[in-house]
């Protein structure tokens, strides 16, 4: 079809009457009010989340009491959580001092337990290996027992050669020690492998209940925490019941009117998880002192160490974590209630 002949294209007459340049605004207005969106979202956040902690600072009396049972309730768990993270990193002191000692049979002689003792001290698991001969265990004997008289009488040496193991560190826990003295039992020439270790592994076995008590409190205390914050905002809600009608009443959704109240429970959980964090800090500064003065009595390098950042933010995030909770179920129940007649 030649160019003279060509039908001209049909048009509507509204976009025949709109201009280009008018097409391409509007386009262009609802492309930026696509864009204005996330914007605006998140002025309403902001709004929100300032607009609630400032009626929290408008009743400080009544909301720092709040936060400071908050505060006390979540310092607990997170004391004793100090408390056996210590008592781990003593523990670990404990097992390092470990020794294994090997009674040798009284037939063996010393050539062939000082072969021995090489032997045993090249394997990987062992740092070194102490031996203690017969003689020289006699005389420590009779040091520390002071029955000179009586060891005298005996006529003879009673004592066997001993070999002392000291275990490296990464066998320092109380199964890999346990396994380590039945090896050395089984070496030929060794009559009885002694480690004195049960009380260790009585120490761990009271640590592991503690942790589990330390948890149910925890659990118990979390729920605590959700409850009195939940309870706080629903006496919130009532005290702004008219305000929310009317808000209704003009449209407003029920996100919208939600969204104070979550908000004032994250600012109640993030603020008693710094009391906790702050009273657990000075709990700590006051101990200092006394501990360093014992741990230096026992010759001891031990030194307690507080929350790192890590479980810090940790204690912060479940606080927070908790206001969210107690606010979202006291909002979503009583927040239906409230509409307008």
Known sequence: MSMATRKPERRSPERARKPPRERRQRRGGEASSWRRLPRTWLTHHLQALVGSLGRLVRAPLGNLMTVLVLGIALALPAALHLVLANARQLSDTWEGAARISLYLRLSVPDSEARGLARRIEGRPEVASVRYITRDEALAE?????????????????????????????????????????????????????????????????????????????????????????????????????????????????????????????????????????????????????????????????????????????????????????????????????????
Request: charged content about 20%; hydrophobic content about 55%.
């Open 141 to 341: 004997f009779r040091q520390a027992s002071g029955l000179d008289i009586a060891i005298d009488s005996l006529g003879e040496n009673p004592l066997p050669a001993t070999l002392v193991v000291s275990p490296a560190d990464e066998v320092a826990k109380p199964k890999a020690l346990e396994r380590l003295r039945e090896e050395l039992q089984a070496l030929p020439g060794v009559e009885l492998a002694r480690l004195d270790l049960e009380w260790i592994q009585r120490l761990y076995a009271l640590m592991e209940l503690v942790w589990r008590a330390v948890m149910v409190i925890g659990a118990l205390l979390g729920l605590a925490v959700i409850l009195v914050i939940g309870n706080t905002i629903r006496l919130a809600i009532e005290n702004r019941r008219e305000e929310i009608v009317v808000m209704k009443l003009v449209g407003a959704t029920d996100g919208f009117v939600r969204r104070p109240f979550l908000y004032t429970g994250l600012w109640y959980g993030l603020a008693g998880g710094s009391v906790a964090w702050l009273l657990v800090a000075l709990s700590l500064g006051w101990l200092h002192a006394p501990v360093q003065r014992l741990a230096l009595l026992y010759q001891s390098g031990f030194t307690l160490r507080g929350l790192a950042a890590t479980e810090v933010l940790a204690l912060l995030a479940f606080a927070v974590v908790l206001g969210l909770a107690g606010a979202w179920l006291a909002v979503g129940r009583h927040l239906k209630s409230i509409e307008p007649t």
